[in-house]
C-alpha cells in the first residue's frame, strides 16, 4: 500500500514540478503551495471555532489534503527547500492547534 501511494504522489510531482531537463512554469507549484498553506490557516481557523457552525464541503477538504501531501512530500526533493521546511513547520502548528483544540479539555 505504500509503495502504491508512493507511486502515485511521484507522478502527481513530476506532473507538477516537472525534472531536472524539462522543468514545470512556477505557476503550478505556487498554485499547489498557495492550496495547501490556505488551507492549513483555513483548518486551523475552523478549529478555534473562528467560522461558527459552519463546515466547509468534503471535495474542497479532499483538495486541500492532497496539495498539503504534495507538498509536504515533494516540496523538500523537487521543489524547494525552504518551502518544505516552511510546509513541515505549519504541518506542525496545525497538530498543535489540533491537539490543544480537541484533546485538552479547558
Known amino acids: 500500500m505504500d509503495d ?3 507511486f502515485i504522489l511521484a507522478i502527481i510531482s513530476v506532473t507538477i514540478y516537472g525534472t531536472e531537463d524539462k522543468p514545470r512554469h512556477p505557476f503550478w507549484r505556487n498554485s ?4 495547501a498553506f490556505v488551507g492549513v490557516f483555513v483548518s486551523a481557523a475552523s478549529f478555534l471555532n473562528m467560522f461558527g457552525e459552519y463546515e466547509f ?5 479532499s483538495i486541500w489534503a492532497l ?3 504534495i507538498v509536504l512530500s515533494a ?3 523537487a521543489g524547494s527547500k525552504a518551502a518544505g521546511l516552511a510546509a513541515l513547520g ?3 502548528l496545525w497538530i498543535v ?3 490543544t483544540t480537541q484533546f485538552v479539555t479547558p
Open 4 to 6: 502504491i501511494l508512493e
Open 32 to 35: 499547489i503551495r498557495a492550496i
Open 57 to 61: 464541503p468534503f471535495l474542497i477538504i
Open 67 to 69: 496539495c498539503s501531501l
Open 75 to 77: 516540496e523538500y526533493y
Open 90 to 92: 505549519a504541518f506542525l
Open 97 to 99: 492547534i489540533v491537539f
